[in-house]
């Protein structure tokens, strides 16, 4: 939302929407606007309801904190959607109408925001400077009989002196709440580097993760259980339990035999995942888990990586398909033909993983973090599917 100060003391207020790319988001994170931002730009505002069956406002009152000096604030009036009333009535409501608008800021900096972004930056943070509204001819400004642009503060004079639209591009989603919550916690790192530091040996090792809030009593969350070994072929058997939200392992680098290492996941480490995921979300589990708990962590040579769940119902799906030995097969010369093999470079595997998770619409998404386990970054195709494109956490 975008509040701007009219000449005469009172506030405009609009509600502005971009059309942006993965690409363009990361590129404003970076504090780079795209030249081409005014075309992205998206504006409604609040005007008189002439209709019912229409979103409907009426107006609050609410404190806002200067994005440029904390301590000065002041009281202002929006409009909150409410229930529309029956009658055709439009006294004390308002309506959505279409103005046009410039670019919006960037570059988050100080100040602070209780509602979340309505003066800009990121998780209610920060401000940014933009370009000026263009106003509507079809929807003129009559308490600006001169012209002026509309502005958030006015200075002494009249004239604009905080034009603040900035563009808000969310720098984090539960999944990746969830991931940093995990690396945050130091038990956590401490088990992931002992499953790095054997990736030259020949015992593929293991743990499990659990949410420990839910302990009776209660443990930290995360909470890490102990590292279990398997063998050259296969990690570490977790046992299932309700508040197992994880589990990490490794691939050796030196495996040898038909089942030699990969620096991605595995099918079978796909099915594992969907086998934890399900017994926490079925109908009879007495699991109090969320989705974006769920993860599966791999650590190998080529690097540091997480599968968490995108859509459940299309990871059982996958799952059950490879319970077919003609399918299994077909998955495994895919892996073949796509570079997803012992030895290959990194990116390639990467790359071909990415194709097979959007041919076969697993239902997950692929992050990975940096040697301390920490930064995590989503790895997804570009456009040309020949690319990777990598999104901070």
Sequence with gaps: MVLSKQVDGSYKASVVSYNLTDSEKQAIKAGNTPIDIAQKTFVSSMMSRESVGEPCYEAQTITIISPRDISASHTINIQAEVP??????????????????????ANPGTGSDPFGGLLGGGNGIGDGTGNPNQTDPDDPDTTDPDGTQ???ELDAEGNCMD??????????TKDCEELRKNSEN??????????????????????GIYNGTYF???VSNPACGPIV?????????????????????????NASGTRKHIGTFSPKDITNFNNIFTDSNSDDSPSPLLQHEMAYYLVCDEGNYVMKVKDGTKLLDFTILMGSDGFAKEVKDYY????????????DQNLGFLKFMKEYNIGIDLYEADANFENWKKLELNEDENDINKTDC
């Excluded at 529309?84 to 800021?105: A, M, R």
């Excluded at 130091?186 to 743990?207: H, S």
């Excluded at 570490?236 to 691939?251: D, E, F, M, Q």
């Excluded at 073949?336 to 990116?347: A, E, M, S, T």
Aim: aromatic share 6%; hydrophobic share 25%.
């Design 163 to 172: 034009d603040a639209t900035a563009i808000l591009v969310p720098n984090e």
């Design 150 to 152: 509309d502005c958030l």
């Design 336 to 347: 073949r033909k796509n570079k997803i093999k012992h030895g290959k470079p990194k990116k």
């Design 229 to 253: 070994d398997g063998d050259e072929n296969h990690s570490g058997i977790v046992n299932s339990h309700p508040v197992l939200k994880a589990y990490a392992h490794n691939h050796l680098k």
């Design 84 to 105: 529309c009333p029956t009658d055709d009535s439009d006294d004390g409501f308002w309506d959505d109408d279409g103005d046009t608008s410039g670019g919006g800021g």
């Design 186 to 207: 130091t038990t956590f790192k401490q088990r992931m580097q002992v499953l790095a530091d054997a990736i030259p040996g020949d015992i593929e090792k293991a743990f």
């Design 216 to 218: 009776n009593p209660p």
